[in-house]
Every structure is written in structure tokens, then in C-alpha cells.
């Protein structure tokens, strides 16, 4: 059973920095691509960014290039999401996904949640 944990979420001012975390378990992280997802309030889901299952290649939607920076640790089975430069339009919940680029959508392997709010 997929088992996602995130953390590192928060309350930042624009322009600020946030790192968030996710803790995997229950399927092999190491063979597996990831991505990260988000909710803003009111609307529906977009993926955010997803990273190859050894980090060689990593791809993000245009509106965070450049500002947020995807990676993983294989030995910890943890994938982070690195976010500068953060804009009010950022908030959302964050979600760590089992799944690549093209699979985001199968809610079976997304975690809880993490929220993010971007507000002076």
C-alpha cells in the first residue's frame, strides 16, 4: 500500500521560501517516477513537477520554472520540493504523487497533503 507523508508547509510572505517533504512507504521509491500536485482553494488539482525514479530528469509547469526545484533521496525514500520567490498565487494544498507526469491523476497514490499559504 502506497504510503505518501508530507510536511514543510506554512505560512510565508511573498517572496519568500519553503521546502516541503515527502516520506514514502509501502512500494520500491527507488524505481518509482514522482510528482507533486496542488490544490488551490476553490479550484481543481494541476500537477506542479515530477522527477525520474533516479532524478536524471525532472520537468515542472511553466508557472514555477525557475523557482521551484524538484528532488529526491533514494537511500531516504524522501522526495522534497524546494519553492522560492513565492507568489500569493501559490497558495494551494501540496500533494507528494507515486506516479510521473502522465499518471498524476490516480488519487490511489497521493498523500494527505500539505497546505501553503502566500500572504502578507
Known amino acids: 500500500e502506497v504510503q505518501l507523508v508530507e510536511s514543510g508547509g506554512g505560512l510565508v510572505q511573498p517572496g519568500g521560501s519553503l521546502r516541503l517533504s515527502c516520506a514514502a512507504s509501502?512500494?520500491?521509491?527507488?524505481?518509482?517516477?514522482m510528482s507533486w500536485v496542488r490544490q488551490p482553494p476553490g479550484k481543481g488539482a494541476e500537477w506542479v513537477s515530477a522527477i525520474k525514479h533516479d532524478g536524471s530528469l525532472t520537468s515542472y509547469i511553466d508557472s514555477v520554472k525557475g523557482r521551484f526545484t524538484i528532488s529526491r533521496d533514494n537511500a531516504k525514500s524522501t522526495l522534497y520540493l524546494e519553492m522560492n520567490s513565492l507568489k500569493p498565487e501559490d497558495t494551494a494544498v501540496y500533494y507528494c504523487?507515486?506516479?510521473?507526469?502522465?499518471?498524476?491523476?490516480?488519487?490511489?497514490?497521493w498523500g494527505q497533503g500539505t497546505q501553503v499559504t502566500v500572504s502578507s
Open positions: 504523487v507515486a506516479r510521473g507526469r502522465y499518471a498524476w491523476t490516480d488519487r490511489n497514490a
Open positions: 509501502g512500494f520500491t521509491f527507488s524505481t518509482t517516477a
